[in-house]
């Protein structure tokens, strides 16, 4: 029995993970940890206000906030815990923190930017386009409630256009009102959407001349990302780096 913890329950994703813990054959919900929701109880197991009240579990799934992510991190990989991540924020720089604060496995920790299998083949597919497509931009759509924007699976999908295509034509429109052309993200524009009603969504765009093509992907709803933390939480023990980001690697779409 695979025993597992999650870090942020109270949260939407947090508490949805902690229910399909629960329900899945072979894995054992033993403790969860929110200092904004202590002493509630999720999915029948009380919630728990310190990292050192935490039962100690095989792998912990973390939907905290950029804020205290890291924190949180440095904690289980002291405690021995491999560490699935959905917080949202990891750049470049993020990454590169994390080498260091998690620099040996076991255990291992795995960053997932988005756990919808579809999300994780849009992303392929942009991959696979960007060397063939003069520009590109990302547009990403998000509830209300999102903490944080771009969102997470927004960076990584510019990052790895910008890897793929570092000769793509630069935006070179002047700007009437600041930030109309959106934020950049290693020289991708990304546009983000905040609005009531949505889920999580993305389009990436690319445009050469005399076409485009438009690559989307919507989530309508959130058990969408139950598939993927699941095969994320059978995969992390057996990764073979200390720090992976991406479900491709578990979803063996990897090049």
Not at 234 to 241: E, G, I, K, Q
Request: charged share 15%; net charge negative; with cysteine.
């Amino acid at each position: 029995m695979t025993t597992v913890a999650v870090s942020g329950a109270g949260g939407r994703m947090g508490s949805l993970v902690a229910g399909t813990v629960v329900g899945a054959t072979g894995l054992d919900l033993i403790g969860l940890y929110d200092p904004n929701h202590v002493g509630e109880t999720i999915a029948g197991v009380a919630v728990v206000g310190s990292v050192d009240e935490l039962p100690a579990s095989d792998i912990i799934v973390e939907f905290t906030v950029p804020d205290v992510v890291m924190g949180n991190l440095e904690a289980w990989h002291r405690q021995g815990r491999h560490a699935i991540v959905g917080t949202s924020g990891f750049d470049a720089a993020r990454l590169a923190e994390l080498d260091s604060l998690w620099p040996s496995g076991p255990p291992n920790c795995l960053v997932v930017p988005n756990f919808s299998i579809g999300a994780v083949v849009m992303m392929k597919l942009a991959e696979i386009a960007a060397p063939h497509f003069e520009a590109a931009e990302v547009i990403e759509l998000h509830h209300d409630k999102k903490a944080d924007a771009p969102s997470g699976t927004a960076l990584a999908t510019a990052s790895s256009i910008a890897a793929r295509n570092p000769g793509r034509r630069a935006v070179t429109s002047a700007e009437s009102v600041p930030g109309a052309l959106g934020a950049q993200v290693d020289g991708v524009p990304v546009h983000s959407v905040r609005l009531p009603g949505l889920v999580a969504h993305q389009e990436v765009l690319f445009g050469s001349l005399g076409e485009t093509l438009t690559i989307r992907h919507d989530t309508t709803d959130r058990r969408a990302f139950m598939s993927g933390v699941m095969a994320a939480i059978a995969a992390v023990a057996s990764l073979p780096n200390p720090v992976t980001v991406g479900l491709a690697a578990v979803l063996g779409l990897e090049d």
